[in-house]
């Protein structure tokens, strides 16, 4: 059974129903009677609601309901929540405005929602929204972080110049010091690029109310399923939780843009009430773009202290982040504890301070997406330790190394909160460093040189934290939920299991993980589990997966549920074998009594379970059925080298990824192919973000990069082969000793392609690039240097 | 977007100014035009409905006359909304210059559009916007002359600057204070978008 223990490279389960069409996506989904809803959204950025007159197309065919913002003010929906609340430095709360989910007075980007057009066909649908005519009273938009400071044109009336919040972390004074001492100071002024998700499936939601039971089913298309509930049903729609259902089986991809509670699973949810039938919705993906919260989008300045041998003495942030039009679930929390907390990276910087400025502004909200504020940590500190290297003249490499936190250190404080639980920062730096053949860098530069083109080769280390938790660290930096995850072990009568976990599987392999756990565990065969996730009609409860949590925290969970199985069955088989539970050993699943032959295996304890004719009743209750909760005691921090290299046409600024290594140490790894495959995809979209993607937005707030005629998404062909490898210390702040993979590959990759490139281009003088390094760009850096 | 260009029309100045402030001539020159109504004397509504195979879209649009200086110049602004698929809006400065026998107009329009029009067709709009241009002074021509001597609006397009070499024999018409073609240009770019999008 070994093949499928944890640490096999098991081939993933739920690839043949993905492959063969037989996945349960929302939009695969219909039900008898079912409507169909077309959304009205707002062309405008900024403008008053003047009139929204829905009389001639409640006429139209196929029409049944039309109903706008004022519909559900007047049934007094409330506003969609924000999950997490910032002080600012001078203690306020930050700014929370209303956000309901459809405008009432006023729309405030565009796609904003104004009304829902529910009819029998789709197309009968939008042919009616076409007839709604509405009176918009234009206002200036508040595009940029600026103008938005600015106040001329305030987003919110009742948020002074548009600023959500005003933030820091670490010790001022300290740092002031470090500099007042210095040697040299380096700064930085750079931009971290605003993204647009793009999961691959556009969101959709099907729901449906029972006016018999009183009871609400929504399907959609969520990482969190329980999380949705508690929001929309606690918030915004004031519906119990016994009376609503949220199911969200397969997602096709999420990366972060599905974690959050949507306007449009609130609208569908309360409208299905209304018309009592149920009602589909798919979003275009048009809609995808000026919907889906966005990501990054920070303008950040920062100086970096060192003495005269190059060693770091102190690092000074300020940060401006969009937080876009409204509070989006966890849009808070993106540019403040999983941005600022990173700050000292695998360094042993010793004073840090920095501060973040919040800023609505008349565009889609921005949260979390895959990394969510230490993609931007990440690349802001990356490109600082190289401009010191360049300005002190110690190599990138050196600099690095003289500045890296050692194995001997741990647990390590930083100076902003986190303790770093353990770690070998040196072991996978110069693991990458060979991998990469980083010595033999000068003769492949040579080559390249020989036929025209400039090579470089650029360095970024890391260092992230997953899980979000334990519960009461999150909640005392404002988290309004618990970050802990649980997980249900049912074993059935003849010894098979179904898990059922709190984490939701869009694409990262818990069904195939988990499974290896479990049947590792029990002792059981892999194909005896099953894995079952997405339901609140199933899941006892659950917080879904994002921040690289469902491994960190689903894990132990499940684990924890496992050993209590063992420890019921040990007892079950005590009875029957008649010996002491402190003698019963278990062992690859087979329960026996300790120095003699006498043995039960798994199968037949689970049957005496359901089957207790000898069975110790008085003492024991039928059943094997285990719950378990988890709560870790610290986040935990994979981290890591990644070493890019391009090759650069300077005659059309083309960049060619030609070699991309990255090692890291992400703990205990379950299956090493999913860590694989998790490590590429991460670091395809780092490479994206670098060199690709970025989101435009013309004065007036209209999205310039709309479609996929403006909006670059990275292609296999714009990918080498990514030497990917692992070089982990276990994990210390979980039993499962594990540390997270879902999100290293985006923190880690772009600052060493825009390293690598300003490496590449350094000859020729240019010093500065910013993302997304597009052929015109670099064409125009080169020309202009 | 901004466009600017020029069209040479064998007419004399009084007879074009009268001609584009010819609702009905209007009318049937802005491709795809249902309606225009007058609201006052500065303000123009029109539809505009575009149908290409099974797909149709109604633009509504206003317009404004300001700096009014017949028959030499004018400004025009004004706005389309389309509905779901967002809105378009403009100006144009219009300028007759008499040339011998015949009056050269010159325009230069600034658009800008919006919503889904914006997110799928920004850049779109300026060869849109061109061909609707050259299909208006194809329509327009053919509706002021009896005895239409055409170039193709595929010419047209081809240069800014165009001729247009036949006389325009009609004023008898009832006149209203102003000129409203422009409508056509933005709106018409507009629905073209809109099929394009959808």
């Known amino acids: 059974m070994t093949e499928t223990n944890i640490g096999a490279p098991v081939k993933r389960v739920e690839d043949k129903r993905f492959l063969t069409g037989r996945g349960r996506y929302t939009d695969d989904l219909n039900q008898p009677n079912q409507l169909y809803a077309s959304i009205l959204r707002s062309p405008h950025a900024h403008a008053n609601l003047k009139k929204v007159d829905v009389s001639q197309a409640k006429a139209a065919p196929g029409v049944i309901d039309i109903f706008t913002g004022s519909d559900m003010a007047a049934d007094e929906v409330g506003s969609l929540p924000c999950g997490w609340q910032i002080h600012s430095k001078d203690g306020s709360p930050m700014n929370e405005p209303g956000h309901p989910p459809m405008a009432v007075s006023k729309v405030r980007h565009v796609g904003d929602q104004v009304a829902i057009v529910i009819a029998e066909t789709k197309s009968q649908a939008r042919d009616a929204m076409e007839q709604i005519a509405v009176d918009y009273e234009v206002l200036p938009a508040a595009v940029n972080m600026d103008e938005a400071l600015s106040g001329k044109a305030l987003v919110h009336d009742d948020v002074p110049n548009n600023m959500c919040f005003d933030w820091e972390i670490g010790d001022k004074e300290a740092t002031e010091n470090s500099f007042s001492d210095a040697h040299k100071v380096v700064s930085i002024e750079l931009i971290n690029n605003r993204l647009i998700p793009n999961a691959m499936e556009p969101r959709a939601a099907v729901a449906q109310f029972d006016p018999s039971s009183g009871n609400y089913t929504l399907h959609t298309t969520t990482q969190n399923p329980h999380v949705i509930r508690l929001l929309m049903g606690a918030f915004v729609l004031q519906i119990p939780e016994h009376k609503l259902r949220i199911i969200s089986h397969d997602v096709g991809g999420g990366f972060g843009s599905k974690i959050f509670h949507y306007a449009e699973e609130a609208i569908l949810t309360w409208a299905s009430a209304k018309v009592s039938q149920p009602i589909k919705w798919t979003a275009e993906r048009s809609e995808s773009f000026v919907t889906d919260a966005h990501g990054r989008d920070h303008e950040t300045k920062a100086d970096l202290a060192l003495d005269k041998d190059g060693k770091f003495l102190g690092l000074r942030v300020s940060t401006k982040a969009n937080i876009g039009a409204y509070l989006s679930t966890f849009g808070s929390s993106v540019p403040t504890y999983l941005y600022g907390t990173l700050l000292a990276g695998v360094y042993k910087t010793p004073a840090i301070y920095c501060e973040v400025k919040t800023v609505f502004t008349n565009t889609v909200p921005v949260d979390a997406y895959r990394g969510a504020g230490r993609p931007e940590c990440t690349y802001l500190l990356e490109r600082l330790v190289d401009k010191a290297a360049k300005e002190t003249g110690i190599d990138p490499v050196e600099i690095r190394r003289i500045n890296m936190i050692q194995p001997d250190q741990f647990p390590y404080q930083t100076p902003v909160a986190l303790q770093y639980d353990v770690g070998d920062y040196p072991k996978a730096f110069e693991t990458a460093l060979k991998a990469s053949d980083y010595e033999g860098f000068s003769s492949r530069r040579e080559k390249s040189e020989g036929n025209g083109k400039k090579r470089g080769i650029g360095i970024s280390t890391y260092i992230e934290a997953c899980g979000i938790a334990p519960s009461a660290v999150a909640g005392a930096l404002g988290a309004r939920a618990g970050l802990y995850e649980s997980a249900q072990v049912r074993v059935h009568p003849t010894g098979s299991v179904t898990l059922y976990t709190g984490t939701h599987n869009h694409g990262q392999g818990h069904e195939t993980t988990f499974a290896q756990i479990v049947s590792d565990t029990l002792g059981i065969a892999f194909d005896q589990v099953e894995v079952s996730h997405g339901d609140t009609g199933e899941v006892q409860f659950g917080m879904g997966t994002y921040g690289s949590r469902s491994l960190a925290v689903g894990g132990p969970a499940v684990l924890k549920a496992c050993n209590k199985i063992i420890d019921k069955a040990k007892k079950i088989a005590a009875h029957i074998l008649e010996a002491s539970e402190a003698d019963i050993d278990f062992k690859d699943g087979v329960f026996s009594v300790s120095g003699t032959d006498r043995e039960l295996a798994f199968g037949e304890v689970s049957l005496a379970a359901y089957v207790p004719h000898n069975y110790p009743i008085e003492e024991l209750e039928p059943g094997l059925d285990e719950n378990a909760f988890y709560d870790p005691l610290n986040f935990s921090f994979p981290a890591g080298c990644h070493i890019c290299e391009v090759e650069i046409d300077p005659e059309t600024g083309e960049v060619e990824v030609t070699d991309f290594t990255a090692v890291d140490d992400i703990g205990r790894v379950i299956n090493p192919m999913i860590v694989e495959g998790q490590v590429q995809g991460g670091v395809a979209q780092g490479i994206g973000q670098a060199l690709m993607e970025g989101c435009v937005y013309d004065k007036e707030g209209q999205l310039l990069t709309g479609s996929y005629m403006d909006y670059t998404m990275p292609r296999a062909d714009n990918l080498p082969n990514l030497n990917v490898s692992t070089e982990s210390v276990l994990g210390a702040s979980n039993p499962l000793e594990v540390k997270g993979v879902g999100e290293v590959g985006s923190i880690g990759a772009p600052p060493a392609v825009i390293n690598a490139i300003l490496d590449a281009l350094s000859s020729l003088g240019v010093e500065d690039i910013s993302m997304p390094a597009s052929p015109s760009k670099v064409w125009q850096a080169i020309h202009n240097a | ?198």
């Open chain 2, 1 to 198: 977007m901004e466009m600017t260009g020029e069209y040479r029309i064998e007419a004399s100045r009084q007879k074009v100014w009268d001609a584009l402030n010819d609702p009905e001539i209007l009318k049937q020159s802005i491709p795809g035009c249902e309606e225009i109504e007058r609201i006052s004397d500065t303000e123009l509504a029109a539809k505009v409905v575009a149908k290409v195979g099974p797909v149709k879209a109604k633009f509504s649009g206003q317009v404004t006359i300001s700096d009014l200086d017949p028959p030499n110049s004018y400004r025009i602004s004004g706005e389309g909304k389309g509905g779901a698929a967002g809105f378009a809006k403009g100006g144009a400065n219009i300028s007759l210059k008499s040339d011998g026998e015949a009056t050269i107009l010159s325009y230069e329009v600034d658009a800008t559009v919006g919503g889904k029009l914006a997110q799928l067709g920004a850049r779109l709009i300026d060869g849109t916007a061109k061909k609707m241009a050259g299909d208006f002074f194809k329509n327009f021509a053919e509706v002021v002359t009896e005895d239409a001597d055409l170039y193709s609006a595929e010419k047209l397009n081809e240069v800014d600057t165009n001729e247009i070499n036949h006389g325009i024999n009609t004023s008898t018409r009832s006149k209203i204070s102003i000129s409203s073609w422009i409508i056509g240009l933005i709106l018409a770019a507009a629905v073209i978008l809109a099929i394009i999008v959808y």
